[in-house]
């Protein structure tokens, strides 16, 4: 069955062009132009999308609030468009919650490419489907994060993240020390030919950061290594029997 992508613009153009792309990839597409609309979409019990491309600047209701109301239901994936590069910024670090980002003007191939990506990640079944079976329980000091469950703690109580978020989390926490480059964290979570500016790590390092009460100013979970990028800092826990 074909995946369903809701597409959110008021532009009636940019809904046709990206329309004509996703389909021509095999996905079936509804299109709204409003925020309201886009709510009765997204939130209704039926006939639900698998992903949301939402444009934040929309006529009616803002596209953040649009986000914030579905993330009170659901982890549906979405993948919000701005209208400039500073604007990931001032996005991420609001801690709204999406799974990626794409600045206007944009290609559409990329588009298409980055909704393959999502997908991908979350899987058939939402984000529980992006594990295998035996992926370990990646225990520390006061923080445990299961892969499988898709679960992170910070002293037994629930850090909500992102899928992009926690996908980033259990890259840097499957290598405690190792220092990744952004190009590396892109190519290992985003998984394709990042065609964007790299900063967009730093802004989802910020909001991940903000989840787990992680000072920027003096790290205990993900250092930064100015010039290169970033580490996780805490020692795996020791099991005793």
Same mark, same amino acid.
């Given at each position: 069955?074909?995946?369903?992508?809701?597409?959110?613009?008021?532009?009636?153009?940019?809904?046709?062009?990206?329309?004509?792309?996703?389909?021509?990839?095999?996905?079936?597409?509804?299109?709204?132009?409003?925020?309201?609309?886009?709510? @009765?979409?997204?939130?209704?019990? @039926?006939?639900?999308?698998?992903?949301?491309?939402?444009?934040?600047?929309?006529?009616?209701?803002?596209?953040?609030?649009?986000?914030?109301?579905?993330?009170?239901?659901?982890?549906?994936?979405?993948?919000? *468009?701005?209208?400039?590069?500073?604007?990931?910024?001032?996005?991420?670090?609001?801690?709204?919650?999406?799974?990626?980002? *794409?600045?206007?003007?944009?290609?559409?191939?990329?588009?298409?490419?980055?909704?393959?990506?999502?997908? @991908?990640?979350?899987?058939?079944?939402?984000?529980?489907?992006?594990?295998?079976?035996?992926?370990?329980?990646?225990?520390?000091?006061?923080?445990?994060?299961?892969?499988?469950?898709?679960?992170?703690?910070?002293?037994?109580?629930?850090?909500?993240?992102?899928?992009?978020?926690?996908?980033?989390?259990?890259?840097?926490?499957?290598?405690?020390?190792?220092?990744?480059? @952004?190009?590396?964290?892109?190519?290992?979570?985003?998984?394709?030919?990042?065609?964007?500016?790299?900063?967009?790590?730093?802004?989802?390092?910020?909001?991940?950061?903000?989840?787990?009460?992680?000072?920027?100013?003096?790290?205990? *979970?993900?250092?930064?290594?100015?010039?290169?990028?970033?580490?996780?800092?805490?020692?795996?826990?020791?099991?005793?029997?």
């Amino acid at each position: 069955m074909a995946r369903r992508i809701l597409v959110v613009d008021d532009e009636p153009q940019i809904r046709t062009v990206l329309r004509a792309y996703l389909e021509a990839d095999g996905f079936e597409v509804v299109e709204c132009g409003s925020g309201r609309d886009a709510l @009765r979409h997204a939130t209704g019990s @039926r006939g639900a999308p698998d992903l949301v491309l939402l444009d934040v600047g929309l006529p009616d209701v803002d596209g953040l609030e649009v986000l914030r109301t579905i993330r009170q239901q659901s982890q549906l994936p979405v993948i919000l *468009v701005t209208a400039r590069a500073e604007e990931v910024d001032k996005l991420v670090g609001l801690g709204v919650g999406a799974d990626d980002y *794409v600045t206007k003007p944009f290609s559409p191939r990329e588009v298409v490419a980055r909704v393959k990506t999502v997908l @991908r990640r979350v899987g058939p079944d939402g984000p529980q489907g992006t594990a295998t079976p035996d992926d370990p329980v990646l225990r520390f000091d006061g923080l445990v994060i299961d892969p499988e469950r898709r679960e992170v703690s910070a002293g037994d109580v629930p850090v909500p993240l992102s899928t992009l978020e926690l996908d980033l989390l259990i890259a840097l926490a499957s290598s405690p020390g190792r220092v990744f480059s @952004r190009a590396q964290l892109l190519e290992k979570v985003w998984g394709y030919d990042f065609y964007g500016d790299e900063r967009v790590v730093d802004v989802h390092i910020r909001s991940m950061r903000k989840a787990l009460g992680d000072d920027a100013a003096s790290p205990r *979970v993900i250092g930064t290594v100015r010039g290169v990028g970033y580490k996780f800092l805490l020692d795996p826990a020791r099991v005793t029997s």
